[in-house]
């Protein structure tokens, strides 16, 4: 592996996560009171966790984020609107989340369901008067935000339009 190829993935990453922390805030902005950094940070969050070495890798990763953030943020819009924010519920919450995956034979997509869940929770405890539902959908919608700007990035980047899947 040269030194540009070694440098591309690091580079990609960067870009991805720029961009996609701008559109995440500047979208999230659009909703007063919803924490418009908040979604920036889990934009540019979805965008550095889907980002992988080849564009195959980077759109499977992006299907298991899209998938695992609707059931965690869904497990958690439910939860909050019945319950308050708790560590213990949230504990319950992130359960429900992963066995609910593993119900549904998705059981590899618990990991990030259950991340949703837990940043969910938080930032809608951070202000109790948010409602749960539009919460847990612009968690959502910033996940495609930034696992877009993702499969973008590695659908556009020169270096990987060629690489072949195992090259390194």
Known sequence: ????????????????????YLLGYWFTNLFPGYLPKIGGLWSAISAIVVTQA??????????LRILGSAIGAGTSAIYLTLLPFHPLGMAVAIFATVALCAAINVPSHG???????????????LDPKLSPGLNALLRLAESFIGTGVAVLAAG?????????????
């Open 1 to 20: 592996m040269n030194k540009a190829e070694r440098l591309r993935i690091p580079a990609e990453i960067a870009i991805a996560a720029l961009v996609a």
């Open 54 to 63: 080849t564009r195959r890798e980077t759109t499977s990763s992006a299907s």
């Open 111 to 125: 990991r990030l369901a259950a991340i949703t869940v837990i940043v969910v929770m938080v930032t809608g405890s």
């Open 156 to 168: 556009l980047w020169p270096s990987s339009n060629n690489q072949v899947d195992g090259d390194s």
